[in-house]
């Protein structure tokens, strides 16, 4: 298994990036796809979900109206859309796939995470 995420760097205030995160070695499709944000000494935060077949979103509420999660199962990419970028955005993002498996006895939660991606906005 596989998360790799690509498109962070260095942005001003008030900029955009799109981050993008392909996932292998798993049925990318079934997977609640999501986006989390951490910064030394601090906990991860989840930025953005986005449901298996992307009609269900959820996000942050420091992102709010600023950042978009969509995903193509067909290419098992799960994009963010990051608008009007603040410093306060600077951190490490890693992408994490997460299901639980019900087709057994027991449920069985999968969960998996990317090596992640830095975004720094800066002036």
């Known amino acids: 298994v596989q998360l790799v995420e690509s498109g962070g760097g260095l942005v001003q205030p008030g900029g955009s990036l799109r981050l993008s995160c392909v996932g292998t070695?798993?049925?990318?499709?079934?997977?609640?796809m999501s986006w989390y944000r951490q910064g030394v000494g601090e906990e991860r935060e989840l930025v953005a979900g986005i449901s298996s077949a992307g009609g269900n979103t959820n996000y942050g509420n420091s992102v709010k109206g600023r950042f978009t999660i969509s995903r193509d199962n067909a290419e098992n990419t799960v994009y963010l859309q990051m608008n009007n970028l603040e410093p306060e955005d600077t951190d490490m993002y890693y992408c994490?796939?997460?299901?639980?498996?019900?087709?057994?006895?027991?449920?069985?939660?999968?969960?998996?995470w990317g090596q992640g991606t830095q975004v720094t906005v800066s002036s």
């Open positions: 070695g798993f049925t990318f499709s079934r997977y609640y």
């Open positions: 994490n796939a997460k299901i639980i498996d019900t087709t057994g006895l027991i449920p069985k939660r999968y969960e998996y």
